[in-house]
């Protein structure tokens, strides 16, 4: 199974920086038939069900702020947040789609500093 | 528009079964690389991934969970339902559904249901 470890925590950035959320998996997500990550990144507020923001690692959702930008590949990604926004605050969460399990990384809480 | 609503007891006892019902509509279960998935998500903790239920009747389990659970479409009523027997107190989460499809380009779960509060308590 893949192990998804998100880093860090919780976070708490000022309104208009940036905020930077990692993820880190156990094994490689990049699919080499068509050179994609299955990675994806989720908002979650409180009392909400999960938001799709990011798929494929970097491919942002129709609808999401371009604020919200995802990067990275195999093994190593990156949920950055240009500036910050008070309805930002939010758990943020990573999938890997790669393969069942389709776990999720353990959550990274952000609030405004 | 894709929508999906899950369905089913808000109180189990402990041992009992837990039967949830997804009721979906905007896309159907017969269309190649469309699946419906389940997770859950315990008061104040992470999510966590159950199961996954493919258009071809493919099905795919959490390890931890597998000899516990069983998850069945009903094409023709819009439906994907899951149970989880022998139910426990550290069961206690919002069950999630959220639709799939491999081939839409995204191949990750979007959307998702609003979820419903499943408590385990004598």
């Known amino acids: 199974d893949i192990v998804m470890t998100q880093s860090p925590d919780s976070l708490a950035v000022s309104l208009g920086e940036r905020a930077t959320i990692n993820c880190k998996s156990s094994?490689?997500?990049?699919?080499?038939?068509?050179?994609?990550?299955?990675l994806a990144w989720y908002q979650q507020k409180p009392g909400q069900p999960p938001k799709l923001l990011i798929y494929r690692a970097s491919t942002r959702e129709f609808g999401v702020p371009d604020r919200f930008s995802g990067s990275g590949s195999g093994t190593d990604f990156t949920l950055t947040i240009s500036s910050l926004q008070a309805e930002d605050v939010a758990v943020y969460y990573c999938q890997q789609y790669y393969s069942t399990p389709h776990s999720f990384g353990q959550g990274t809480m952000l609030e405004i500093k | 528009q894709i929508t999906l609503k899950e369905s089913g007891p808000t109180l189990v006892k402990p041992t009992q079964t837990l039967t949830l019902t997804c009721i979906f509509s905007?896309?159907?279960?017969?269309?190649?690389?469309?699946?419906v998935g389940w997770i859950r998500q315990p008061p104040g903790k992470a999510l966590e991934w159950l199961a996954l239920l493919y258009w071809d009747d493919d099905k795919r389990y959490s390890p931890s969970l597998e000899n516990r659970l069983t998850i069945t479409k009903d094409t023709s009523k819009n439906q994907v339902v899951l149970t989880m027997t022998n139910m426990n107190p550290v069961d206690t989460a919002t069950y999630y559904c959220?639709?799939?499809?491999?081939?839409?380009?995204?191949?990750?779960?979007?959307?998702w249901g609003q979820g419903t509060l499943v408590t385990v308590s004598s």
């Open positions: 905007g896309f159907s279960l017969n269309t190649s690389g469309v699946s």
């Open positions: 959220a639709h799939r499809n491999y081939f839409d380009g995204r191949g990750c779960y979007n959307p």
């Open positions: 094994q490689s997500l990049l699919y080499s038939s068509n050179n994609k990550n299955y």
